[in-house]
């Protein structure tokens, strides 16, 4: 009789471990390579791979794309912020922001990843193909495409005071019509 209950205890801790396992690992395989850098789907950033994004999937919307790095960027400390500002002002009115990191280790970009706008588009771009395509000439570096996916701007570093025109012509492509 104890045999018996202690097989029947053994097997239970096992399905109970197995369950356990599996229910961990559901969260992590329905986020995605990456998954999710804050709690809950209310605050999860999306983050995909460069090799998974696609420009011509915004089309109609305005689009920022900016690309930045965690370390050896001291202006990407203050960019990151304005990109979620834009974000979160715009993001409604149809403006797109794609935050591009070329940092080589996804741990230094999540130092930056918590402080992004849930709704920003996040790339990862390890291998710095997505920057390589761009010809990046500096970081942060910025272009921004109107709603028929036309770059409009280009911008190579960051300087908070000088952010005025570029948000003032954010809001000129905002109230552009999208031309099919």
Request: charged share 20%; glycine share 8%.
């Amino acid at each position: 009789m104890l045999r018996k209950i202690a097989a029947a205890f053994l097997v239970g801790s096992l399905v109970g471990s197995l369950v356990g396992s599996l229910l961990m690992t559901v969260p992590v395989v329905l986020a995605g390579d990456f998954g999710s850098v804050r709690g809950g789907d209310r605050d999860r950033v999306p983050v995909i791979s460069a090799k998974d994004f696609n420009l011509e999937t915004l089309v109609g919307k305005v689009v920022l794309i900016g690309f930045w790095q965690t370390l050896q960027c001291e202006a990407c400390q203050t960019y990151i912020p304005w990109l979620t500002e834009m974000q979160a002002r715009y993001g409604e009115d149809g403006l797109v922001i794609v935050a591009v990191n070329q940092d080589r280790d996804e741990a230094a970009a999540s130092v930056l990843l918590s402080k992004i706008h849930p709704r920003t588009q996040v790339v990862l771009d390890p291998t710095g193909k997505m920057g390589s395509s761009y010809k990046l000439e500096g970081m942060p570096s910025t272009y921004l495409y109107d709603r028929n996916l036309n770059m409009r701007e280009k911008f190579v570093g960051f300087v908070p005071e000088e952010t005025d025109s570029l948000e003032t012509t954010i809001v000129n492509l905002l109230e552009q019509e999208y031309k099919d």
